[in-house]
């Protein structure tokens, strides 16, 4: 039982660990403007210097608030600007509002332009997908429809079981009209968003 419980603490320790922001050696040795530079280049917002204090404080270090932000306000401007803004746009990723007034319109003109790609390239996968799985079911229709057909041509079976086949197969024709009309209007909407997509895309200017 001791030796499960030391393992226990091992793996806890470790998981700690592993999601500490900073070791020991990197808080002795911090240049606290730089890691506000590196933060604020990441688009971190100012909260995150919590994660440092955490780290740290274990080993009885502080932060240097003063000179985090001021390395800090100089990373913004390499994280605020068009680009950057369309590249986290684009990649789906959500904005914490940490840009300066000055620069935040020029990051958000790039971010919403990168969401609306990000949005539309969802809708066209999500509409590809629905084309897959409908085309899929559309061919299982298919080949019940021959099979019933071929039943039907044989002549073979009591008439009430000839019956229920006519039945099915018009069922099946039923399902096969619906199937491929919702195949084409998902096409064609496709079609809609992917010009779209493209038009947006030739307009990009990074």
Known sequence: MNIIRQALCI??????????TMNKSECQKADWQVIGLEDGAKGRPVS????HREACAEHGVKPDLAQYNIGRETGLKQYCTYRKGFSRGRSGYSYNDVCQ??????????????RELYGLDAEIHHLVSDIKSK???LAEVDKEIQW???????KKGSRIKRANLLDRFKQLQTEQAILENDIQ????EAAR???AYDALISKQSY
Request: charge should be negative; hydrophobic fraction near 40%.
């Open 148 to 154: 019933v057909e071929s039943k039907l041509i044989s």
């Open 185 to 188: 209007d998902l096409e064609l």
């Open 11 to 20: 793996l806890i320790l470790l998981g700690v660990s592993s999601c500490a």
């Open 101 to 114: 007034a000055e620069l935040q319109g020029i990051f958000l003109a790039g971010y919403n332009r990168g």
């Open 135 to 137: 085309k899929i079911h």
């Open 48 to 51: 995150y210097i919590g994660n």
């Open 193 to 195: 968003k992917q010009d």
